[in-house]
């Protein structure tokens, strides 16, 4: 056959895996071992040398397996497939999302150094850096994505904080109500503030969006990391995570995950590896589904505001912008400002009978939940007014299930609502 080159999707069933290593086995096995025995002493020697990095490997010379704190051969069929989405020149896999969060940002960043993050942030990784990376000196920096990046810079040397960023740190579409930050002005503010000794890093968290639509190393981002309990995992039934970049940042990331012993299972990594392999067609199907139900919620007269990707026009000025040079498809998250309160957001939910109520997000089935007392609950009020989040709020992520079914629950919780809303206009 001519050179083809196969797409991520159609490699995910096999990438890394021949089933000559196996019996045969068409599927790899779950190596459920902790250690790996050595031919020869000299073997062993080889393998600990490439692992401390004592020495180059040879050529064709590949690291070997010793301990599975520090590889798997299930965590490595897995870093490979990752690789694929994001192009990405090599991947670590972790136990959670947290921890491939907690584990990059400490191997890069040292006391006196300060971290500038977009906001809002995932709850977990807010906690994180304003309460723990504050007690080892590191400094916690908040930018909104309203902000451009030459103002930023500009409070940046107001502050005398320029030549002290490490790192720039993203999440982008933001959770829950999707505003986006441009990737690729802020790798280039990450350049301006680097200098001949000092490489400020961007990092982008592509949990929200998934690895399809978006590929923040492609537009300048240095690391990519995943929660990789939400549609990578795609079925509620696994805690994981990723971090994806180029070898020589990975290596560093792995090394300290040693240490940290923060990868992911040999049956974790087994399970991802099942779910990459209709990670496509899973977050097609949810796309489409909530570009359906957007558009429904739109319409409702119980329904103030949709926040959804799909629906951003010229009108809504930089934001359609960005989306438009950023992403390729708008993926499976809303959230949408019901006509009242916090009265009516806990009818709709409490009546909901197919779409379930629980956090977490990118799954198989549909989850529903209210950000205002529940993912965000923890944020002062002030903040939380500023990033959109009022107790009228509600996010969904939406699943494959039969969308006309999807839309018909979801009616009949927003009578329930209006009923509720009646009832108090009343009284
Ligand atoms: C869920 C989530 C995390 C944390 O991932 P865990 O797998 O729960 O540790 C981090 N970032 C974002 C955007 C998330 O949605």
New binding site residues.
């Given amino acids: 056959m001519p050179y083809h080159k196969f797409q991520p999707e159609s490699l995910m069933m096999s990438h890394g895996h021949k089933s000559g290593m196996a019996r045969g086995a068409v599927k790899a096995p779950i190596y459920q071992t902790s250690t790996f025995a050595f031919e020869t002493a000299e073997q062993g020697k080889d393998f600990f040398e490439l692992a401390y990095g004592l020495r180059e490997p040879a050529d064709g010379e590949a690291p070997g397996m010793i301990y599975s704190r520090l590889d798997n051969p299930n965590l490595e069929i897995l870093e490979k497939r990752l690789c694929l989405w994001d192009e990405a020149g090599a991947c670590a896999a972790f136990a959670?999302?947290?921890?491939a969060?907690s584990t990059t940002i400490f191997e890069f960043l040292k006391p006196g150094d300060v971290l500038l993050y977009s906001s809002p942030l995932?709850g977990?990784?807010v906690h994180f850096i304003t309460e723990v990376l504050t007690r080892f000196g590191i400094q916690a920096v908040p930018f909104y994505y309203d902000q451009r990046p030459e103002d930023i810079l500009r409070q940046l040397k107001a502050n005398h904080q320029a030549s002290r960023v490490a790192m720039i740190y993203i999440?982008t579409p933001a959770?829950p109500t999707n505003t986006l930050i441009d990737i690729e002005a802020m790798s280039r503010l990450a350049k301006t503030l680097s200098s001949e000794k000092r490489q400020v890093l961007t990092v982008v968290?592509n949990?929200?969006m998934g690895p399809l639509w978006q590929h923040p190393l492609q537009l300048g981002a240095d690391l990519v990391l995943y929660?990789?309990?939400?549609y990578i995992g795609g079925h509620s039934d696994v805690?994981?995570?990723a971090a994806l970049g180029s070898r020589e940042l990975i290596s560093r990331i792995k090394a300290m995950r040693t240490f940290f012993g923060s990868m992911a299972s040999p049956y974790d990594a087994w399970l991802l590896t099942r779910s990459l392999e209709t990670l496509k067609l899973r977050m097609e199907k949810q796309t489409r589904n909530a570009q359906r139900i957007a558009r429904f919620l739109q319409n409702h007269p119980m329904v103030e505001r949709v926040h959804y990707l799909g629906l951003l026009t010229e009108a809504d000025g930089e934001q359609y912008r960005i989306y438009e040079r950023q992403c390729s498809a708008p993926g499976a998250m809303l959230a949408f400002d019901i006509r009242g309160g916090e009265k009516e957001a806990f009818a709709f939910l409490n009546h909901l009978k197919l779409v379930k109520l629980a956090v977490?997000?990118g799954s198989t089935e549909s989850l529903a939940e209210h950000p205002a007392t529940m993912t965000h609950a923890g944020i002062p009020e002030d903040v939380m007014a500023e990033m959109g989040i009022s107790e009228k709020l509600v996010r969904l992520s939406i699943g494959v299930e039969n969308v006309r079914d999807l839309i018909a629950d979801i009616e009949f919780a927003l009578e329930q609502a209006a009923e509720v809303r009646e009832a108090e206009m009343v009284a």
């Fill in positions: 959670s999302g947290m921890a969060i995932y977990g990784t999440e959770n968290d949990t929200y929660s990789a309990t939400k805690i994981a995570g977490s997000l």
